[in-house]
Each structure stands twice: as C-alpha cells, then as structure tokens.
C-alpha cells in the first residue's frame, strides 16, 4: 500500500528557506519516479520537483529553477524519504505542497498516481 506523509511546511518570510519531507512507503523508486507539486487557491495544480532513479534525471518546474532541490534517502527498497529543500522564498510560492509518485518510471508529463495530504507553505512579511 503506498503511502506518503508529508511534514515541514510553515510560514516563512519572503527571501527564507524551508525544508519540505516525505515519508514514502510501500513502492520501490525502481518502479515510481517521485516528486513534489503545489496548488495555490483557485490556481491550477503546478508541477515543483520530480526525480527518477530509472532515468537518473532530476526535473523542475520553471518557477522554481535554481531555487528548490529535491533528494531522497531509501532506508530499504520500499522505504524512502523525500526531501524538497527551497530557497530565496516568494509569496508567490505560497500552495499547498504535496508529495507525490508519478503514474511510471518517468517524470515526463507530470502525471500523477498517489498523493499525500499535504502541507501548507505560506511566504509573508
């Protein structure tokens, strides 16, 4: 069964860093590429960091390029946790940030299977 829990989120002021996790279970990354997406009110569901072991690429959604990181540390094949470090915060980066696999091994598309709860990022003076 997979399951992803998502921690970290907060209110940061603008300019701030956060650290986002993922407690992933239940799917090996041999089977799932990984990775984060956020959707704002009223906005539609945007795409932040997806990584793919099979692949061995790292992708990124425009707005984020060179200010989030995404890593992961597998503890066992089906144990692993997923990290979103970002940076030079906006408010604009202000969503709710979810962890996610994708539907295969690729992150092309941003076609998702299973998602956590979520965990609320607000950026604000």
């Known amino acids: 069964q997979v399951q992803l829990v998502e921690s970290g989120g907060g209110l940061v002021q603008p300019g701030g860093s956060l650290r986002l996790s993922c407690a992933a279970s239940?799917?090996?990354?041999?089977?799932?590429?990984i990775g984060w997406f956020r959707q704002a009110p009223g906005k539609a569901r945007e795409g932040v960091s997806c990584?793919?072991?099979?692949?061995?690429?790292?992708?990124?959604?425009e707005s984020v390029k060179g200010r989030f990181t995404i890593s992961t540390i597998s503890r066992d094949n089906t144990k692993n946790t997923v990290y979103l470090d970002m940076n030079s915060l906006k408010p604009e980066d202000t969503a709710v940030y979810y962890c996610?696999?994708?539907?295969?091994?690729?992150?092309?598309?941003?076609?998702?299977?299973?998602w956590g709860q979520g965990t609320q990022v607000t950026v604000s003076s």
């Open positions: 990584f793919s072991k099979i692949h061995g690429n790292t992708v990124y959604g």
């Open positions: 996610a696999t994708m539907t295969g091994i690729s992150c092309w598309g941003w076609s998702y299977a299973y």
């Open positions: 239940g799917f090996a990354l041999d089977n799932y590429a």
